[in-house]
């Protein structure tokens, strides 16, 4: 049973425009939310996270915003720039506990 | 800067052998963690480590198994390699005490197994 559930495998984006990535989950006790990047041929990369208590978190072009009562969170890029181009997983996490990791998105930024 | 080193980035195995993936991490984490990712499947945990010596079954253990014998170090150990073991194994490292929660991950090892 997925607890995290990205149900986009790919989405394509012109470059300068808006891109959000979603990401549902099913456990109410996670408490802490991440979001990773991952290019080929190497390890994720830590992007941006979120507690709980928050329901938004700003790091530059990057926003995470969650939404609690809809178990809901999404990842807002703008704007979108090709080296963005990547597979961006959802993870979340309770206590400490191993990150539960979604299944991924493909972002292609178009130029 | 805060670093996860894999033995191999590539690795080519033949069917039945025992094949070891190691890990190291220089930032003095008390959790490690093996994953392996394959295409539509995302990141699936093998087994972690929450110190020397422990070692804690993830979702998908079943023929591997693990070593930590030193706190820096965690191996990866595929008893009988098989074609469906063909992936890429991601190593990562983490403290309780550090950026809540967040996961520094290696560089991968992509492991086929003829």
């Known amino acids: 049973d997925q607890q995290v559930k990205q149900n986009s495998p790919s989405l394509s984006v012109q470059e300068g425009r808006i891109s959000i990535l979603n990401c549902d989950y099913t456990?109410?006790?996670?408490?802490?939310f991440l979001w990773y990047k991952k290019y080929p041929a190497e390890g994720p990369t830590f992007l941006i996270s979120?507690?709980?208590?928050?329901d938004k978190n700003e790091d530059g072009r990057f926003t995470v915003f969650l939404n609690k009562s809809a178990k809901h969170l999404s990842l807002h890029i703008v704007p979108s720039q090709p080296g963005d181009s990547a597979v961006y997983f959802c993870a979340a996490v309770s206590g400490n506990t191993p990150l539960v990791f979604g299944k991924g998105t493909r972002l292609s930024v178009i130029a | 800067d805060v670093k996860v080193t894999q033995s191999s980035r590539y690795l080519v195995k033949r069917t039945g052998e025992k094949v070891f993936l190691e890990c190291v991490q220089d930032m003095d984490h008390e959790n490690m963690f093996w994953y392996r990712q394959d295409p539509g499947l995302g990141l699936r945990l093998i087994y972690f480590s929450y110190d020397v010596k422990m070692k804690e079954k993830g979702d998908i253990p079943e023929g591997y198994s693990v070593s930590r014998e030193k706190k820096e170090r965690f191996s990866l150990i595929l008893e009988s390699a098989s074609t469906n073991q063909t992936s890429m194994y991601l190593c990562?490292?983490?403290?309780?005490?550090?950026?809540?929660?967040?996961?520094?991950f290696g560089p991968g090892t992509r492991l086929t197994v003829l």
């Open positions: 456990n109410s006790m996670f408490d802490y």
């Open positions: 990562a490292s983490s403290t309780p005490g550090g950026r809540v929660y967040e996961q520094f």
């Open positions: 979120i507690s709980s208590i928050k």
